[in-house]
Each structure stands twice: as C-alpha cells, then as structure tokens.
C-alpha cells in the first residue's frame, strides 16, 4: 500500500572557552527547569478558507495519515490525505455539521474514509477511495433518518460498503460507487444485525425494493 517515510534531524553545536561552555550548561540547566507543553499544530493556512481552521478528527491508514479540516463557523472542510491530497468536502453546503466523529476509515485491497455530517433530519456523508497511494472522492452523498453511517465489509474484504440506517427501522447497503445493494426488513432498532456496535446484515438479509 504505502511506505512508511522517516524523519530525522541532525543538531551539533560545539562551545569554545570555559566561559562559553559554563554559559551553555546554564542555559541548558535553565531549560530543563522549564515545564513546556507541546500544543497540536494548526493546519496549515495554504488548507484554511476561513481562519483560524481547525482539524476536527483524524485517522490513519498504514502510514498515511487522514485529518478533516474544518473553517471557522463550519463554513466549509477538507479532506486531507497524506502530505498533500485535498478534497472539498462538499457536507457544509448541505449544512451539515462535522466534528469529533465524523471520519470513519477502513483499510482493504480499496481503502476508504467516510466523512459524515450531522442534519436536523438525520445525518449525510460522502466517500473518499484510495489504492496504491491513488484517492479520488465519489460522487454520491448518503443519507440516514437514523443517525447512522459506517464503512462496513458486507459482500468481501477487497472493499467496504456503507451501511445507512433509516427509520422504520432497516439497514440499506451502498457499494462505494453508490449501487444500492437493498436493504433488511423493517424491525425494532435493537434488532437490526449487529446493533449497536457495527450493523452487518448478510448479503441473504439484504431485500429489494427497500421498506417504505
């Protein structure tokens, strides 16, 4: 998939005299008394449209490192993977709003995060797919009247699909290009296969046309 890169760097300072030297053990002295704190760093402003932005949640796939940025106000966010891999994320103009748990990633044959925002009505989210360091954002957006969505292996292990849960209550599966695989039979909540930690149904549990 992707290789891991290494960072190192390489200090030397030399001190000439005993009263240079006496001066740079005090400072070193000095320092080491200093409690110091290491803040998380701010993304970059060449990835903010409206500073100050924040990364909201992020995530890891071998060695590729996954972080959502979101402006100021939730007024727009990116998807960032890797060193230099953007994607708008198209969820704020939905007036969707994206937090803490709003990235969902599954490593496989085809990789994918599921970036997911909250609504009044539910919750909506969108797809980023990557192979062999290559990722692309697809096209359709999905929705759960439940507040439910997660990347879940349903027909393999070469890819996940999403996994919506809308009120009724059934699960709808989605491959990653959108293709709706049908949906379970409406049930209590509790009772959908898997819940609550991860719903699963079968590829025999799924139906067509899906519950009204």
Not at 86 to 111: H, K, N, Q, W, Y
Request: glycine fraction near 10%; aromatic fraction near 6%.
């Amino acid at each position: 998939m992707t290789v891991t890169a290494l960072l190192s760097l390489l200090v030397a300072a030399g001190a000439v005299g005993t009263s240079a030297y006496l001066r740079m053990k005090s400072d070193e002295a000095a320092i080491a008394a200093t409690p110091t704190s290491t803040p998380s760093p701010a993304p970059s402003s060449e990835w903010c449209r409206h500073e100050p932005c924040s990364v909201v949640d992020t995530a890891t796939l071998g060695s590729t490192k996954i972080e959502l940025i979101v402006d100021s106000g939730g007024q727009g966010a990116r998807l960032k993977v890797g060193d230099d891999r953007v994607f708008e994320s198209r969820l704020p103009g939905r007036g969707a709003t994206l937090g803490p748990d709003s990235l969902d990633c599954v490593a496989s044959t085809l990789s994918a995060c599921l970036v997911k925002g909250d609504l009044d009505t539910g919750m909506v989210g969108e797809v980023v797919v990557g192979r062999s360091g290559k990722w692309n954002l697809m096209t359709p957006t999905y929705f759960s009247s439940a507040d439910y969505l997660k990347l879940t292996h349903i027909l393999g292990d070469l890819a996940p699909e999403v996994v919506t849960v809308q009120r009724g209550f059934f699960a709808q599966v989605f491959t990653l290009e959108g293709v709706d695989l049908g949906c379970t039979a409406n049930t209590r909540q509790d009772r959908l296969p898997g819940w609550p930690t991860e719903v699963k149904p079968s590829p025999a549990q799924l139906q067509r046309p899906c519950p009204n």
